[in-house]
T-cell receptor, first 114, second 114 residues
């Protein structure tokens, strides 16, 4: 099955700086890569996603890049704010006969220091 | 919009007891799944379903049963609770069982087995 690795496990940045979280995946057939944000005590919520036919996607201060050849994708948050503090999960999935399974990374706890 | 609703939010069980975690979605999603979240281990798939009457095992299915009699409901049963099942459980649904669509999560159930 798919194996998704995520780094770093913890990340602290000063407010206004950028944060980068990286994930690698093992299954070259994976074609959908979402990122979820989970605030303390809350449910994970999608913040951005990218499909395998696109190399980069941006939504205001958040961007995701995908390198299919190297099988890695990254989340970039610019001009970080205290409300960006949360745990971020990457995931990979692909269409398959048995159903669409999401394989999640182990999460990155981001702290933005005011 | 209710989305994905899980009950209960908190539960304490004694070892050996059984219980059912409820999950319901009102988005007419075909795909539903159960995850457990443990510190440092991300979200691990327990069971999933691609439609009413169809279920399959995920990464960590032992000790859990599921059924899918309707599109809306996907309960998770703990047959004989063990301390190792202490975790936060999330139910999720997504529109397309063939892949590449956002997963919507319930608010989670924090289960403690003593």
């Amino acid at each position: 099955g798919e194996n998704v690795e995520q780094h770093p496990s913890t990340l602290s940045v000063q407010e206004g700086d950028s944060a980068v979280i990286k994930c690698t995946y093992s299954d070259s057939a994976s074609n959908y890569f979402p990122w979820y944000k989970q605030e303390l005590g809350k449910r994970p919520q999608l913040i951005i996603d990218i499909r395998s036919n696109v190399g980069e996607k941006k939504d205001q201060r958040i961007a995701v890049t995908l390198n299919k050849t190297a099988k890695h994708f990254s989340l970039h948050i610019t001009e970080t704010q205290p409300e960006d503090s949360a745990v971020y999960f990457c995931a990979a999935s692909r269409a398959r006969i048995a159903g669409n399974q999401f394989y999640f990374g182990t999460g990155t706890s981001l702290t933005v220091i005011p | 919009n209710a989305g994905v609703t899980q009950t209960p939010k908190f539960q304490v069980l004694k070892t050996g007891q059984s219980m059912t975690l409820q999950c319901a979605q009102d988005m007419n999603h075909e795909y539903m799944s159960w995850y457990r979240q443990d510190p440092g281990m991300g979200l691990r798939l327990i069971h999933y379903s691609v439609g009413a009457g169809i279920t399959d095992q995920g990464e960590v299915p032992n000790g859990y049963n599921v059924s899918r009699s309707t599109t809306e409901d996907f309960p998770l049963r703990l047959l004989s609770a063990a301390p190792s099942q202490t975790s936060v459980y999330f139910c999720a649904s997504s529109l397309n069982p063939s892949g590449g669509t956002e997963a919507f999560f319930g608010q989670g159930t924090r289960l403690t087995v003593v």
